[in-house]
């Protein structure tokens, strides 16, 4: 059991280096008021071993969740990243560490197109975040490796975005609501869009919150009480609804070597 005092609500966790000590080993984004936490070493079930960064985000105008939370896993330029609201925050020292001042804004989204970004991965020297608003509309961001070269990529209108996954050879794959899914063959440069309805014989379009790449050829899409499979990176899907119960699938991921999981 976790011993200590918590007083915030976790919401996501991502993996940091486990090989250094000077920098973050896992991180943990709140639930509410821009909260990070984050962990190097010790017994990592005592929160005495967790620093706690609160409300060190004000800048983003907004005392929000953590969404999107990443390392980009290299050992020479390490970069960590986290979205709260639409904005885009990065480590400025390489490290992940919850200390204030280690992080910077890197990207904050004009006006109200994006109210909410959802996720943010990293692979091939490029980040790629979802965004949703309350309507339900969103639209996507990126980045080179580096801190800058930030903005908002083109893409099909009043679309919202959620979780995406990279093969590491240049093709991406997106989730969205209302069915949507995007793949791109030219590292996230531009995009192309399917619509994929669950596997109930007939055009009953859910959310997809999460793609993953199984190393080999063929990627999954979860979301709402479904799946489903493609092996032309994106271009086509089999979808089932094969989930028991009424139950959002939000994250998936498999268990191979790729820097974008």
Known sequence: PWSGTWNFRGYRCARGDHTNDSRATFLMGAMNNSILSTYVTGGITDSANWSQQYRGFDASSTNDAIYGLVWNRDDSDSKF????????????????????????????????????????????????????????????????GGTGSW???????????????????????????????????????????????????????LDWYDVAYDGDGTWVACGERAYAVSTDNGQSWTS??????????????????????
């Open 81 to 144: 990243a986290l979205t709260i609201g639409a904005d885009v925050w990065m480590s400025t020292n390489g490290t992940g560490s919850g200390d204030n001042g280690d992080w910077q804004m890197v990207f904050q989204s004009p006006g109200s197109s994006v109210t909410q970004m959802w996720n943010l991965q990293y692979g091939n020297d490029v980040w790629v975040g979802g965004g949703t608003s309350a309507q339900g509309k969103g639209n996507l961001t990126g980045s080179g």
């Open 240 to 261: 089932s609804d094969g989930l028991n119960g009424s139950a959002t699938y939000n994250a998936i991921a498999f268990n191979v070597t790729n820097t974008s999981q």
């Open 151 to 205: 903005g908002h990529f083109d893409r099909p209108a009043n679309r919202g975005m959620r979780g995406a996954s990279t093969n590491m050879s240049g093709n991406w794959v997106m989730g969205g609501n209302d069915g949507y899914i995007w793949y791109s063959s030219n590292d996230a440069v531009t995009w192309n869009e399917v619509r994929v309805p669950i596997n109930t014989g007939g055009s009953t379009y």
